[in-house]
């Protein structure tokens, strides 16, 4: 294929390619191989993946276009491809979850995503980089060295996601999927340009979801569009019973939302704890201008007060570390994965402290010590206790404010993608990065993160927040929709076309 | 405020043996320096959620989730073992558990 044609077909939507493959005009496998070779072209400087199938989504695409060419039935996304987090089991490719303590370990099973992904038709191209167990906001703690923003390489991409939004920035994949436990697929989405939901708690199978805290954790899709996210969302969607935490409900309309792009009427609520002091110049620029263009497309607009956002934070860093350390207690080098000192006099405890020891990375074992802690005899009541009774407050505070609007926004991120190295040796200023986008998690209701411009001060990109009720995925997607066809249509463009060539 | 340091590298020795790690010197100096950090800055817990605030463990009510009673397929134990860092007859090898002396 001429690289023009390559160009094309990385360049478009999903949506596109889906039409245009089950139309004939280009096969899977035509599809594939150009994302492929971008991928060859460019991810030695990105790093957005940690695994790469070429033989195996070539074979995927080939047996899409067998199924076409034979008159049978295929899925929506059928030849679409689609980069898939390292924290997702899919039989026989290696998955890490971003840590040396899973190196070389192949599941047996699928998980329930890669399961809905197969009934679409997507072709899974690799496993993308993330922090190590999804612990991070900057791809820096991954085991295998850090994913690069396409926008500026000496920068992060956000995390834990880094490397799905990267992969998708980058033009690697039209679609990833990423997992969301305090901002993991939004944060990535806003520094990196790209779109990124964070669907209902319970809206996407955790089966095969390598756990992280299993209260917070939900997966969810990352795409260059809205509509191309509500695609996705719609693909891996729905009821699993193998999670019991999966809810019972059809997903909501959210493709038909997308097409709607309509918020006359509707009234949009500002969360007055998510802006102003502590947010870049230049994010809270955008974000008032994209709050006028929702004012003259018809919303109205108002302040909401949440004031137990301030403590969401706080909590969030006694529950995520206190479930961590019980989830991560299975990684003991028994089963699976790394077993170090096993030297045939050690013991299966000095086995195990030596594999973890030796397996986890240094912001893994801080959390695991936190929740320990936070966990322990004397320390409960005053940390995870006082936790989970905040939790309660976060979720009140949602429950008046949409009583009162139908959508809640603020910036994604304080600010603009940071440099490597930047918050690394202070924790805390690494954690203030989800400060916004915490309190879902927390509540287990819905937002998405998508691009509203660049910060004059730096050129780089900054995300919206859009903020639902459990179970209204929908509106997010009518709102993002229709802000972002305004924008569009005053750009000329998608945002992410003012990247730089890689 | 360094001086008001209230986790020691002693009690992050004993978290780290609770979680079954084995920390190096250095690990454990620094932890105890940042576990201190993070822990005065997670206190604000306490500033508000009195005793008659309810706890929240979950976004969802948790109830009870059942299935039809029927047999589905599970994975081979040769699957499973194929991830295992070390088998002997079709088990997971470990090391000894109980000190022979």
Redesign the interface.
């Known amino acids: 294929m001429s690289a023009d044609g390559q160009r094309s077909l990385t360049r478009s939507t999903a949506a596109a390619l889906a039409a245009a493959i089950v139309a004939g005009d280009v096969t899977a496998l035509e599809v594939t191989n150009a994302h492929l070779a971008r991928i060859d072209e460019v991810d030695p400087a990105v790093h957005a993946f940690l695994y790469i199938d070429h033989e195996g989504a070539r074979a995927q695409a080939a047996a899409i276009d067998a199924k076409i060419a034979a008159g049978e039935p295929v899925g929506p996304l059928a030849g679409v491809p689609v980069a898939l987090k390292d924290i997702f089991t899919q039989v026989g490719i290696p998955t890490t979850a971003g840590s040396r303590i899973l190196e070389g370990?192949?599941?047996?099973?699928d998980s329930g995503v890669v399961d809905r992904l197969r009934e679409a038709g997507c072709v899974i191209l690799g496993k993308t980089n993330m922090d190590e167990f999804a612990m991070g906001s900057s791809t820096e703690h991954s085991g295998y060295g850090p994913t690069h923003n396409p926008w500026d390489l000496e920068r992060i991409p956000g995390g834990s996601g880094g490397g799905s939004a990267a992969a998708v920035a980058a033009y690697e994949a039209p679609l990833a999927v990423g997992t969301d436990t305090g901002g993991s697929i939004r944060q990535p989405g806003a520094v990196t340009g790209t779109v990124g939901v964070k669907p209902t708690?319970?809206g996407v199978s955790r089966y095969g979801l390598i756990a992280l805290a299993s209260?917070l954790d939900q997966a969810g899709p990352v795409a260059r569009t809205v509509m191309d996210a509500a695609l996705l969302h719609a693909a891996i969607g729905g009821h699993d019973?193998r999670d019991?935490?999966s809810?019972a409900q059809p997903v909501p309309d959210v493709v038909g939302a997308a097409h709607k792009a309509d918020v006359r009427g509707l009234k949009i609520g500002l969360v007055r704890q998510l802006m102003g002091e502590g947010y870049q110049a230049g994010v809270s620029q955008r974000f008032d201008e994209a709050v006028e263009i929702l004012r003259e497309l018809g919303a109205e607009v108002v302040e909401v007060s949440c004031p137990?956002f301030e403590?969401a934070l706080?909590?969030y860093?006694?529950i995520l570390p206190s479930e961590a350390?019980s989830n991560l207690a299975r990684f003991?080098?028994?089963?699976?994965?790394?077993?170090a000192g096993?030297d045939?006099d050690?013991?299966?405890?000095?086995?195990?402290?030596?594999t973890?020891?030796a397996g986890?990375g240094d912001e893994v074992?801080?959390r695991?010590?936190?929740g320990?802690?936070a966990l322990?005899s004397g320390y409960y009541d005053?940390?995870y206790?006082?936790?989970?009774?905040?939790?309660?407050?976060v979720?009140n505070d949602f429950a008046a404010a949409f009583d009162q609007v139908d959508v809640l926004l603020s910036p994604t991120t304080p600010t603009t993608a940071f440099k490597f190295g930047e918050k690394l040796a202070d924790?805390?200023a690494m954690?203030l990065n989800d400060i916004a986008t915490i309190p879902v998690n927390?509540?287990?209701?819905c937002a998405m993160s998508l691009p509203i411009g660049l910060a004059p001060e730096d050129g780089l990109p900054v995300g919206l927040q859009i903020m639902a009720p459990?179970m209204a995925d929908d509106r997010m997607y009518n709102v993002g929709s229709a802000l972002e066809a305004a924008l569009v249509n005053r750009w000329g463009h998608h945002l992410i076309e003012e990247a730089p060539a890689l | 405020m360094s001086s008001q340091t209230s986790i020691s590298t002693e009690q992050v020795a004993h978290l780290a043996n609770l979680a079954r790690m084995t920390l190096t010197d250095d690990e454990l100096t620094r932890y105890a320096d940042q576990l201190d950090h993070i822990l005065h800055a997670v206190a604000r817990v306490g500033e508000v959620a009195a005793d008659e605030v309810p706890a929240m463990s979950h976004p969802q009510p948790m109830v009870n989730v059942w299935r039809e009673d029927v047999v589905t397929p599970g994975l081979s134990a040769e699957d499973v073992l194929a991830g295992a860092p070390a088998a002997e007859d079709e088990r997971f090898r470990v090391p000894r558990i109980l000190d022979g002396e």
């Open positions: 370990w192949r599941p047996p099973y708690y319970g209260s019973a019991s935490t809810i137990n403590y706080a909590a860093y006694l350390s003991d080098g028994m089963r699976f994965g790394l077993r096993d045939g050690a013991n299966v405890e000095q086995v195990m402290s030596a973890r020891a986890f074992k801080r695991i010590m936190l320990t802690y322990s005053a940390y206790g006082q936790a989970q009774k905040v939790r309660t407050l979720a924790p805390v954690y927390l509540a287990g209701n459990a």
